[in-house]
């Protein structure tokens, strides 16, 4: 894959999967792992089609082809997937976006440390021009959110760079077996706390429906296309990409939900967009 191919298909899956906050919003059931249950199917079983077409390979060989790295990368995704939840429930999608936001940051620093992978100048320009766009893009909103959602925000985005710069240090191309291994894990978590808890996994039909298919091609789709993805790029330059999802998470709920968008926010936008063009552009001449 070329760095370009790879580039594409990771701000393509970060676009599908900024859908996620205005279907988090429709929801009638505000149950986390109920939520992350009925999510986690359709997450599995996108994931395993997907990967089984892309490797034109058997269920029985996909299986067959998993091994330690991707019990590894799905441990961390699904840390990351089970603290997001939490986030997106109990803090402000303000605050949630802003700690999310520093995870190329993360990223670049345990790249830096772990693998002994320094960004070039180039990626911390980006990284710099970025954080003043999500900076702004929260200033009108201005709200802390709740202390327990936001430590949720910051284990998700941490658990997030560990996995992007673990890909990139395994250095295994297809990672994809991990991503089913994360959606495996967040199922099954789901399925026995929410028993557990509720003694029930009963929704409505509506809302099944929704997390299931939010989970299947937001998510599901989203993220394959993201690990396919990641190992063809610094660490920190994934990170980075992924805050398209950022910047077009408030899009769709004014498009669809009518809320509003200020002139800030839109400016903030533009900024990260243009952060991202600029290593798009000047990131390819690194040797």
Do not use: H
Not at 148 to 160: D, Q
């Amino acid at each position: 894959m070329t760095r370009k191919s790879a580039i594409f298909f990771i701000i393509l899956g970060a676009s599908l999967m900024s859908f996620v906050g205005v279907l988090m919003r429709i929801l009638e059931t505000q149950d986390v792992f109920l939520i992350l249950f009925y999510r986690s199917i359709g997450l599995s079983i996108m994931v395993l089609v997907f990967t089984c077409l892309r490797r034109k390979q058997s269920v029985k060989d996909f299986f067959n082809f998993l091994d330690t790295k991707d019990l590894i990368v799905g441990l961390c995704l699904a840390i990351t997937f089970i603290f997001y939840v939490f986030a997106m429930i109990y803090t402000s999608v303000a605050s949630a976006l802003f700690i999310i936001s520093a995870g190329p940051f993360l990223t670049a620093i345990i790249s830096w440390f772990w693998i002994n992978e320094k960004p070039k100048n180039i990626t911390w320009l980006s990284m710099f021009i970025a954080t003043v766009g999500v900076l702004i893009m929260l200033k009108s909103g201005n709200q802390t959110g709740n202390s327990f959602g936001n430590f949720c925000a910051l284990v998700s985005a941490l658990s997030f760079s560990i996995m992007l710069v673990y890909i990139r240090k395994s250095k295994k191309l297809d990672v994809l077996g991990g991503t089913f291994v994360g959606a495996l894990l967040c199922c099954v978590l789901g399925f026995f706390v929410t028993i557990f808890i509720n003694k029930t996994i009963n929704v409505s039909i509506t809302d099944m429906w929704i997390i299931i298919c939010m989970g299947a091609f937001t998510i599901g789709l989203g993220i394959s296309l993201v690990t396919w993805s990641a190992s063809y790029l610094p660490a920190p330059e994934v990170s980075l990409f992924m805050l398209t999802e950022s910047v077009l998470g408030p899009i769709w709920p004014w498009l669809f939900l009518s809320e509003k968008v200020t002139l800030m926010e839109m400016f903030g936008g533009v900024l990260i967009l243009f952060s991202l063009l600029l290593l798009f552009l000047l990131g390819a001449k690194r040797t």
